[in-house]
């Protein structure tokens, strides 16, 4: 029988929004924290980091995620996930002869320096796209390979993102055992199809099948983006699974209505809670994911 917990992620950040889009968005260490902390209050167990240079652009640097770490635990005992993923521009960004932009590998890896407990690990290829702007996102297999060194070397439990059902059956099986132990926290990310190849949109269908496909002993987590953040997520609930949410997957409330974080962690608290569960505790998402 299941847990009757559920582990509800705040994501305040990510690596693409701007505060131009949602003056909400915090994007600086002390923003961030305080952000997180809000949340955290709210109901959140779980906070999963991206890092912005002065200048608000994209950066794994680790003295800001060690900033960021630092201030967070000052105020409270969440549990850490910092990204490897990156962004979209700043320090992310390597422009290449052909024109197209291609994600600084090397620059990903320095999001595994600060400290964190748990940090992303996205294990396959995509290309994002911002209007006619092209950027890939390289993570080929012998740097999967590297990544999952870096993992062990540093003692970070790694959660597994993944946008298609292949990116579960290729790297994620075969790296499992080399840098993890059950259980595996997989974090399905839907509805990302308009900004990144490769992804899949949300419908029940697609995310009962990709969680099918899920390794033995995982516990899987739903990430939306968009209008599908609040279907998507409740749809996770009921197939077993966690919840995240935050302006880096979706900016707004309602139609029209930009959200804060803790606006929309407070909702999925109501949500949890309507359902007949109850949010977890950074110390009980800790036992869950083997943390602890």
């Not at 994002?128 to 060194?149: F, H, I, N, Y």
Request: proline share 7%; net charge negative.
């Amino acid at each position: 029988m299941r847990n009757n917990k559920i582990i509800i992620t705040v994501a305040p950040t990510g690596g693409m929004a701007k505060k131009s889009q949602n003056p909400h968005l915090p994007t600086q260490p002390d923003e961030i924290a305080e952000s997180v902390y809000r949340s955290y209050n709210a109901g959140a167990s779980v906070v999963a980091l991206h890092a912005r240079r002065p200048d608000d652009e994209a950066t794994c640097s680790p003295e800001i995620y060690g900033r960021i770490n630092s201030l967070i635990r000052e105020k409270c005992n969440i549990v850490i996930n910092n990204s490897t993923g990156g962004g979209i521009d700043g320090d992310m960004v390597i422009e290449r002869p052909d024109g197209l932009c291609e994600s600084n590998f090397e620059e990903r890896l320095k999001g595994l320096d600060a400290g964190a407990e748990m940090a992303t690990f996205d294990c396959f290829t995509v290309a994002a796209l911002q209007g006619k702007r092209e950027m890939l996102v390289p993570t080929t297999p012998s740097q999967c390979d590297r990544m999952a060194a870096r993992f062990i070397e540093r003692g970070i439990k790694p959660e597994w993102e993944v946008f298609s059902p292949a990116h579960i059956l290729q790297e994620v099986t075969r790296l499992i055992p080399v840098c993890d132990k059950p259980p595996y926290f997989i974090n399905i990310v839907l509805n990302a199809d308009r900004g990144f190849q490769g992804a899949m949109p949300y419908t029940p269908e697609i995310l009962q099948m990709m969680v099918k496909l899920l390794p033995k002993d995982s516990i899987f987590n739903v990430s939306a983006i968009g209008t599908a953040q609040l279907p998507a997520t409740t749809h996770a609930i009921l197939l077993g699974g966690h919840v995240r949410v935050g302006l880096e997957d979706n900016l707004y409330y309602s139609k029209g209505k930009l959200a804060t974080n803790e606006m929309l962690v407070e909702r999925q608290v109501r949500i949890v809670r309507e359902l007949g569960f109850e949010p977890a505790t950074p110390e009980e998402a800790r036992q869950m994911m083997g943390l602890a």
